[in-house]
């Protein structure tokens, strides 16, 4: 890395912070597209958190990305926020503008969208119905991308049926909730299926659910990315349905952020697939 004294700070805010992948995502990109910058982890506690982003234009930061516990937080920390963050009620990128006033984005619904690009188009997925896993906040960011690009009816299924009920209040238009224990019986006539619960996790519990009502077309998607093959997307594979995994949601968030901070576009690979997942080298 060759960081002159120009050049452009970003980094990502967590508590923790040493398990964001963040910092290895852009500085990939900085290195590949030659650009003097660098992005580091900044470990910033939530009683910190407004200072800490009130401190950003001083130092003279191009911009950060928020990771958890922050993403709700920060937004009465910001100057204005983006109509798709308010809908989603979080963000997880901020962009120093040049007069020092800071803006907050929620780039997680658009990582989800883009992160499909490889078995469907925003279009293909118009009018059509899709099942949401969970009504967590990444539920809420995907949930809101669908809605914007007008798919038809969202099946919002949820151990904790208000919670999912609150986010059909927020967003509107024909999202309909339904008990953890039915979710099996919401899957004939989807078009895509996406966990967005812990649920598969390394750690956590498996995700149970019959796949058997779903149509052989559906696309099945999954928000995890440790393992890269859950459960899930093992048992639709198996019997044929296309599978989209969770690391292309996290690459492709980080887009706008680093096109904002560094003034390039970048590009998800499968160079970029493999460094990521190779934690451990360099
Ligand atoms: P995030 O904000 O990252 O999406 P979260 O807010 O912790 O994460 O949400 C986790 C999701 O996993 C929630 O939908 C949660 O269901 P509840 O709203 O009922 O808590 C879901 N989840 C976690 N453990 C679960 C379990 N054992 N069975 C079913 N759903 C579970």
Partial sequence: MNISGKAKVA????????????????NYWLKEYKIDGVFIPLAVEPDNLHRAIRSLPALGFAGVNLTVPHKEMAISAVDRISENAARVGAINTLVISKDGSIEGKNT?????????????????????TVVV????????????????????????VNRTRERAQRIADDLGGEIITVDWKERADVLSDVKLLVNTTLLGMVGQPKLEINLDALPASAIVSDIIYSPLMTGLLKGAARRGNPVVDGLGMLLHQGRPGFHSWFGQE???TEGLRTHILNRGAN
């Fill in 133 to 156: 896993l969970g009504a967590g906040g990444a539920s809420r960011a995907i949930t809101a991308a669908l809605r914007e690009h007008e798919v038809g009816k969202i099946y919002l």
């Fill in 11 to 26: 980094g990502v805010f967590g508590w923790p912070v040493e398990h964001s992948l963040s910092p290895r995502l852009h």
């Fill in 266 to 268: 970048p590009v998800v």
């Fill in 108 to 128: 997680d619904g658009f990582g989800f969208i883009e992160a499909l690009g490889a078995c469907a188009s925003a279009d293909d997925l118009k009018g059509e």
